[in-house]
């Protein structure tokens, strides 16, 4: 039962670091412009 | 998305003219030039020269020009007095934010920001595309942004200064709110859900209670503080409804997931079997998922509102004392000022005509269709056009005794008087919150005092009846299609400003319509004109002005290349010199005119050895009006005409459109009072117009509707803007709210019908935990399935 609990853990702690990136890129404003997210990638090259 | 602003693209049944030979787009902007020519004029060869000159000549091959965005033609630009916009950073530079103009694709973004990139001390140079807006940031002083600004403009694009409001930053701030309770209730959803599977599987008997004890203490563990956090916009509102003595859809909501955490956090503790930790994190993650949703839709429409608005925002040339004039903001101007109104220029403050004479088209303020005679002595109002010679105006008290203020009043009257639209979930969860909580203590009541079961047990029946009844569903259902009928509103031109126009759209049953630039277009039209050669040639020396009947006359013209070598007489018209001598376009007296020809707002084209010949204009009705009136009566509305103008016209356009109901010569006051009197009648209506005289009016309606070139106030007042030439788009809405209104009927019949069926069931206690889970999420799934059914059809 032991292998559970550590199972449990480390399953928490990966979704909790995907929930975390996901609030850093919130935070960064990286939701703020979805348009312009869309057509920057066919520019930037510099 | 199709371009901002009216595309006028107006066809008018004359003779076409012969178009020019060998017709070539320019190299930069796009428009027709002179035969043989790469450039249409030296401002699109110095913008193309800027850009090669910055090996960003790339930009061409990667554009796609939109037919419906504005050319990219550089135009002589206002002054801003940007310095009053600028900000100051922190680390010590300085920011301004600019609303864009004549954004194409994703080239322009990438054109404006590699431009910038290469300017000496720029910190930030960014172009938001969503929201059309650059946000620029710089070191050095903040005089600079007129430098940079300036760099921009030279390529084409028209900036102006945008302020960020605080309303606007309290709506980013929910906005991101909502996004994180989104993602704190997905992980906690996800999490949780993977426990319950575990649990569920194990009542097979394959996992210990000991076990089953551990992943409930996990489940809670991770529910509690989720359901803490994400729930906040649900307790928030339901407080603040039950403060006020209301009720909303949020008060069941709050009520069910916080006694369903807590009951099973009883029972996680007293170790018994079921916990529905997953279908209250479940549950705020759907519902999360439509106010997300809905509140995107409808920032996105509020946000193209403003851009609107600020585009059209000019400032005031202010005569100084000593003779020299300076460009401020509409409001820095105090009374007593005297401003400088140029030809072809929008008054930008109320005041009376001191020196000069000239001829006003005053259709956004009064209705009046026809340009009125202005001459030093009379009153004119911020908004009218000056279609004649420059003149100065005094600037007159900006207090209680303005048209504006006198509309500003009317307005708040009629907001008063108006009763608060309660919206369709709102008068669903009246009757369903107090139903489903008796319900939930009468199962209570029942097993504890008649069946005699344990108190934890009688609980725990009384709980699972709660989440069975917890209104996901019924919560989803209108914001579901008011989602999808927004973003189909938006696409078709309509901005939805008003989260219940929808809703009180659906209810119309009257549309009355303002005449003068509602019916008919923004611009006079082309009316009288006898010679389609004449036309081409007129066309082509008007091309270089911005006088109203010059762009009416282009517009009449379709496609002809701009002359380039035109000379412009301010207040008087335009001349060119040709081979065979001297071509004139303009006023009477300036082109010698014949005095005996008809009345009203003309042009005159005089050509060497020819004799002058007169462009008569007159007010046009939208090219669709007749369709649209048409649609609107076959879909049973009843419609009336109230219009600021003179009898003769109205009578004409309303002839014209077959309604029999209308009224002329109508001041604000009337318009307010005919409106509230049919709506004392018990009828709905929807009032569209876009003066200043309308708005009170728009404001009494039970909802209203203004074209994207209203006046300021209208377009603030009104529930809805919508943009382009024409007028299709009120049926559109008038179409999709009908469709959207039973298509959410539907979805509550769904939801509650669900309700109806598992009731019994929860209070007969033999719901479990994975039979709760199961049935919300599918009903969940059956109402956003059927809301999506508004996107198919495309009949409107």
Redesign the interface.
């Known amino acids: 039962m032991t292998i559970l609990l550590f199972l449990l853990v480390v399953s928490l702690i990966i979704a909790a670091l995907g929930l975390a990136a996901f609030l850093w890129s919130l935070r960064t404003g990286q939701y703020d412009d979805l348009d312009g997210a869309a057509n920057r990638i066919l520019f930037d090259d510099d | 998305?199709a371009g901002l602003g009216p595309a006028m693209t107006a066809t008018l049944d004359l003779p076409l003219p012969p178009t020019a030979p060998a017709e070539t787009a320019c190299a930069h902007c796009g428009l027709p030039t002179p035969a043989g020519k790469r450039f249409c004029c030296p401002g699109c060869e110095a913008a193309f020269g800027i850009i090669q000159g910055l090996g960003l000549g790339r930009y061409y091959q990667?554009r796609l020009l939109d037919i419906g965005a504005r050319a990219l033609r550089p135009e002589p630009a206002e002054r801003w007095d940007l310095a009053r916009h600028v900000a100051a950073r922190p680390d010590g530079g300085f920011e301004l934010t600019l609303a864009v103009d004549g954004l194409q694709?994703?080239?322009c973004?990438?054109l404006i920001e590699s431009v910038l990139a290469k300017q000496p001390d720029i910190l930030a140079g960014r172009?938001?595309?969503?929201?059309r807006r650059l946000h620029l940031a710089w070191r050095g002083v903040a005089a600079d942004a007129d430098r940079l600004v300036a760099g921009i403009e030279a390529l084409g694009y028209r900036l102006v200064p945008f302020d960020m409001t605080a309303l606007n930053a309290a709506q980013d701030r929910k906005g991101?709110m909502l996004?994180?309770c989104l993602?704190?209730a997905g992980?906690a959803a996800?999490?949780v859900m993977?426990m319950s599977i575990a649990i569920w599987a194990g009542e097979s008997g394959i996992i210990g209670p000991a076990?089953v004890a551990?992943l409930h203490w996990?489940s809670a563990l991770?529910a509690m503080p989720a359901v803490a956090y994400a729930g906040r916009p649900f307790f928030g509102s339901a407080f603040a409804a039950l403060r006020q003595g209301r009720t909303n859809m949020d008060v069941p909501i709050s009520i069910g997931v916080l006694l369903v955490t807590g009951m099973s956090l009883v029972q996680t503790i007293q170790r018994g079997a079921d916990t529905y930790f997953d279908s209250a994190v479940t549950l705020l993650f759907f519902l999360l998922i439509g106010r997300v949703l809905d509140h995107r839709a409808r920032g996105r429409a509020r946000a193209t509102a403003e851009q609107l608005l600020t585009l059209r925002m000019t400032d005031v040339a202010v005569v100084q004392a000593d003779g020299t004039v300076r460009r401020v903001a509409q409001e820095q101007v105090a009374e007593g000022d005297r401003i400088l109104v140029a030809s072809g220029e929008r008054i930008g403050v109320d005041g009376v005509v001191e020196t000069g004479a000239t001829s006003l088209d005053a259709s956004l303020v009064t209705g009046e269709s026809l340009p009125v005679a202005a001459e030093p002595g009379t009153a004119v109002f911020a908004g009218s056009l000056n279609l004649g010679a420059t003149v100065t105006v005094r600037a007159t008290a900006t207090g209680g005794s303005t048209l504006l203020a006198e509309c500003v009043r009317l307005i708040e009257a009629a907001e008063t008087r108006r009763g608060r639209f309660v919206v369709l979930a709102d008068r669903v969860a009246r009757r369903y919150a107090p139903t489903v909580h008796v319900c939930a203590l009468s199962t209570f009541l029942w097993w504890f005092f008649v069946a005699g079961v344990p108190i934890g047990q009688a609980l725990l029946t009384a709980t699972s009846v709660l989440i069975i009844t917890c209104p996901c569903a019924l919560a989803l259902a209108v914001p579901a299609v008011q989602v999808i009928a927004t973003g189909r509103l938006f696409h078709g031109g309509i901005l939805l400003k008003s989260p219940t126009a929808l809703e009180r759209l659906a209810d119309v049953d009257t549309v009355v319509f303002d005449k003068t630039g509602t019916l008919t277009e923004p611009l006079l039209a082309l009316a009288e004109c006898r010679d389609a050669e004449a036309l081409a040639e007129a066309a082509a020396m008007a091309g270089c002005s911005r006088h109203p009947l010059a762009r009416s006359l282009v517009s009449a013209a379709g496609r002809v290349a701009p002359a380039s070598d035109v000379t412009e007489h301010p207040g008087q018209g335009l001349s060119r010199m040709t081979d065979a001598g001297e071509s004139r376009l303009g006023s009477r007296a300036f082109c010698g005119g014949s005095e005996r020809a008809a009345a009203g707002p003309e042009l005159w084209l005089s050509r060497p050895g020819r004799a002058p010949m007169r462009f008569g204009f007159d007010e046009r009705l939208r090219t669709d009006a007749v369709q649209t009136v048409d649609r609107l009566r076959a879909m049973g509305l009843k419609l009336a005409l109230l219009s600021g103008d003179r009898p003769a016209q109205v009578e004409r356009i309303a002839a014209a459109l077959g309604i029999a109901d209308w009224r002329a010569g109508c001041s604000p006051v009337d318009k307010v009072a005919l409106i509230e009197a049919m709506g004392a009648n018990g009828g709905k209506v929807l009032m569209v117009g876009d003066g200043l005289n309308d708005s009170p009016a728009l404001a009494a309606a039970s909802v209203s509707a203004s074209p994207s070139t209203a006046a300021d106030v209208s377009q603030t007042v009104a529930d809805l803007v919508f943009q382009g030439a024409k007028l299709g788009p009120v049926a559109l809405a008038l179409n999709t709210a009908r469709r959207s209104r039973s298509v959410m009927r539907q979805n509550l019949v769904l939801s509650i019908g669900y309700n109806v069926l598992m009731v019994p069931l929860a209070v007969c206690g033999w719901v479990s935990p994975w039979l709760a889970a199961a049935a919300m999420s599918s009903s969940s799934l059956l109402v956003m399935a059927n809301s999506l059914r508004l996107h198919g059809r495309t009949d409107a």
């Open positions: 998305m990667q694709c994703g080239a973004v990438w172009v938001n595309m969503t929201t991101r996004l994180r993602a704190v992980f996800t999490n993977l076990t551990l996990v991770i």
